[in-house]
């Protein structure tokens, strides 16, 4: 059994990934933290409080960095809306008035130093609580099992400029830093998680069945897959959306359905055009280094296991999963999936 601490910014994708991590047999999750990200900290917690609200988790909540390490923060609303949710926390009215601010880091350091190699943190936003836990006690952090990162681009287009993914983008400073203190951090990159992909149509079928086994997340997941898709249909001209949250969550619990090199990886943080960039030299196939990227994965096996975990279906025509799978044409790792 994983123990795990869940670090986001939820967010729509962050949002199935809670659901999802919440609903696996090998992990339990001990504590969530919130950073801003995708929107700003206050509405972050907000979500994660709804979350395990309708989730029914016994679990604690502290919230945590409401600015980068050294930047001004830049949210991503246009994806996700204003409330992180696609507006449906919004316009239901949804508020938890009471809850203390701040301690995410401490108690990052706290749940490190109880359960040590036991712990997996899987981090689902930009990586400013996990800096600044690393800043109170590095031997804690590093004593841990691993950080799952949802973040980075290696080798393909960025989502939020060029050369960057917005996890990393958003606080490239945190990110350098946990890595320059020499903590080992297991990168999901994009290039990975762009090669899967809900269609609308999918989505609206999934959600028709997740009426019968968990009625109380369907108005909310409905509201925030919408907006999320529309999103993408304008950004992107694609009628569907990304799980990047999600597949890290699978990629913590169940690395078996992953392919991961070691490489060794550094974060641009001086670039006027770069800055965030995730740098691994990806000629020299190196297998020590102070991170793992994930490759490839069984994303076949995911979808089934998203789909009946989250939403309580399966999807049984097999035009229908193939439909899930995106061949970039970057042709992203190429030359390690061969
Ligand atoms: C990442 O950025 C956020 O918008 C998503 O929640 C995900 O964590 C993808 O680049
Ligand atoms: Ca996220």
């Not at 930009?126 to 099992?145: E, F, H, L, W, Y």
């Not at 990162?149 to 400029?161: H, K, L, P």
Request: proline share 4%; charged share 20%; hydrophobic share 45%.
């Amino acid at each position: 059994m994983r123990r795990v601490v869940i670090d986001t910014d939820a967010g729509v994708d962050d949002s199935i990934a809670i659901a999802y991590a919440s609903r696996l047999p090998d992990a339990t999750i001990e504590l969530m933290t919130t950073v801003s990200g995708n929107v700003p900290v206050s509405e972050v917690t907000q979500n994660v409080l709804y979350l395990k609200k309708i989730l029914r988790l016994d679990v604690p909540v502290f919230s945590g960095a409401d600015v980068p390490k050294s930047r001004k923060l830049i949210t991503a609303t246009e994806v996700h809306g204003k409330d992180g949710v696609g507006g449906y926390r919004i316009s239901e009215g949804i508020a938890f008035p009471a809850w203390k601010t701040g301690g995410a880091a401490t108690a990052i350091v706290r749940a490190a130093k109880k359960y040590g190699k036991r712990l997996t943190i899987i981090s689902l936003g930009p990586m400013t609580n996990i800096a600044r836990a690393v800043s109170i006690d590095q031997g804690a952090i590093k004593g841990i099992g691993s950080i799952v990162q949802m973040g980075g681009v290696f080798s393909g287009y960025g989502n939020t400029t060029a050369f960057t993914e917005f996890n990393i983008f958003v606080d490239p400073e945190a990110a350098s830093y946990v890595l320059e203190n020499g903590v080992k951090v297991t990168f999901v990159p994009l290039d990975l998680t762009e090669t899967f992909f809900l269609p609308r149509n999918i989505v609206t079928s999934l959600l028709m069945k997740t009426g019968e086994t968990s009625p109380e997340l369907v108005p909310l997941f409905r509201k925030a897959l919408n907006y999320y898709i529309d999103y993408h249909r304008h950004a992107d001209k694609l009628d569907g959306c990304y799980m990047h949250d999600p597949i890290a969550v699978a990629a913590a619990i169940h690395p078996e359905w992953f392919r991961f090199i070691g490489s060794s990886v550094s974060i641009e943080t001086l670039g006027r055009f770069t800055a965030g960039m995730t740098v691994a030299d990806l000629r020299k196939k190196t297998v020590r280094g102070n991170s793992r990227i994930a490759v490839a994965f069984d994303a076949l096996t995911f979808l089934d296991d998203l789909a009946s975990r989250v939403f309580g279906a399966r999807i049984g025509n097999s035009a229908g999963r193939r439909s899930c799978l995106r061949q970039r044409f970057t042709a992203n790792f190429r030359d390690f999936l061969r």
